[in-house]
């Protein structure tokens, strides 16, 4: 099984997001191979969904949200600091939609 490079994931989710007419940053690049990835949602209203990596029984990779419901940026902002500071390969990927959308493909776990 190949593992796809996180550089390669990460230009992809900017690709679809840009592709779905939002904005999308890297926020933060880790490691170009094998990183993991924070993607922050912000909606018009200017609240944030902060997605974060998992393993599902299976070992699949899945996201899960960060709060049950969106949070304040600056709340989501200084969760992504605290892992940046503990963990130098990681990624962070900021996604502006209107609507609040993710663009993740791989599965979403609900809280």
Known sequence: MSVLKT?????ALVRRAET????AYVIRRG??????????VVAA???ARLFVPARDEQ???VWQLF???AVPESEADAYC???SDDDPDIWIVEIEDREGRHFLTEPVEKL
Not at 7 to 11: A, E, G, L, S, T
Not at 20 to 23: E, K, M, N, V
């Open 7 to 11: 550089k390669i994931w990460v230009d």
């Open 20 to 23: 779905g007419f939002a904005s």
């Open 31 to 40: 490691d170009e191979d094998a990183g993991a990835v924070l993607v922050k």
């Open 45 to 47: 209203d200017r609240l």
């Open 59 to 61: 070992g699949e990779r």
């Open 67 to 69: 709060r049950k419901d």
């Open 81 to 83: 600091a605290r892992r």
